[in-house]
């Protein structure tokens, strides 16, 4: 399925109308179903799906490894996932709570007063290569250059090649596809890093966390419960990642960076 379309629109330019063409981001809702039960209904860019999903169940806690998926299945109708445990819907909505997220979306069920596990990793990453991994997020970010409607995210290996690059949407979206990558192609997250466009809250932290990546780097800010629990974690989280040369559009200007910089909020060790 496509990801984006042409649309007929009016632009003003000059002053002027004028008739011309643009591309907007296809946006599909997903319904997902476990064990026979609708759990919740995703929108989201049509691709990676499977990955969505198994990130999804991981990031909300309802699976600990990709080994609790007996079968997932993607349909015109939605997604089906059929997980070993058959009581682990109903459980988790005992024991949970239905929110609404930093993102204005909704997620499922949340347990906000247990922290994630503890990161382990001897991960260490020169700061050079935080730049050059959040550089080739901002040129394969395709769908944004065609759209300017998507958020993205992308996990890297130790040696800096990019293991899995998304766009989506929703940053929870890249989050759940890039995690749910690392699931499903028995990735040892203790040895990746993350880059993202998306604010750090409380949520996206608590999923890189469960996930066992133990460092996340964005163009953007954290928040300060996200902050306190990354550094409960153990996880390193730095933000406003700008390499010399890039460019920042506000409503007024293109502001161009002369120097690079970024700001270590946590886990200042692992970087070199």
């Known amino acids: 399925m496509e990801t984006a379309k042409i649309?007929?629109?009016r632009r003003l330019l000059d002053g002027e109308f004028t008739f011309t063409e643009s591309r907007v981001v296809v946006e599909k809702e997903l319904p997902i179903y476990v064990n026979g039960e609708h759990l919740a209904t995703a929108s989201l860019v049509p691709s990676m799906e499977r990955e969505f999903v198994a990130g999804y169940l991981f990031g909300q806690g309802f699976i600990?490894?990709?080994e609790?998926?007996?079968?997932l299945e993607i349909t015109e109708k939605g997604a089906t996932a059929v997980l070993a445990d058959s009581s682990i819907v109903s459980g988790r909505k005992t024991k949970t709570s239905y929110r609404?997220?930093?993102g204005g979306g909704r997620t499922a069920y949340f347990e906000s007063t247990v922290l994630p596990p503890l990161v382990r990793s001897n991960l260490k990453i020169h700061r050079k290569d935080i730049f050059?991994?959040?550089?080739?997020l901002f040129?394969?970010?395709?769908?944004?250059?065609e759209t300017g409607g998507v958020h993205s995210a992308a996990l890297f290996d130790a040696e800096i090649h990019p293991l899995c690059i998304v766009e989506d949407i929703g940053r929870h979206n890249t989050m759940d596809k890039a995690i749910g990558y690392a699931l499903l192609n028995k990735i040892?997250?203790?040895e990746t890093f993350m880059v993202s466009t998306g604010r750090m809250a409380s949520e996206m932290v608590s999923k890189i966390c469960r996930a066992g990546i133990p460092l996340v780097a964005t163009k953007t800010a954290v928040t300060d419960i996200g902050l306190e629990m990354g550094e409960q974690c153990g996880l390193t989280i730095i933000g406003f990642v700008r390499d010399a040369g890039s460019k920042m559009h506000t409503d007024m200007e293109i502001r161009v960076f002369k120097k690079a910089q970024m700001k270590i909020y946590t886990g200042a060790h692992r970087v070199l």
Do not use: F
């Not at 609790?68 to 079968?71: A, D, H, M, Y």
């Open 7 to 9: 649309l007929k629109v």
């Open 64 to 66: 600990e490894s990709a």
């Open 68 to 71: 609790e998926i007996i079968t």
């Open 100 to 102: 609404i997220v930093s």
């Open 132 to 136: 050059r991994a959040m550089n080739t």
């Open 139 to 145: 040129e394969n970010a395709l769908l944004y250059r």
């Open 188 to 190: 040892d997250c203790a």
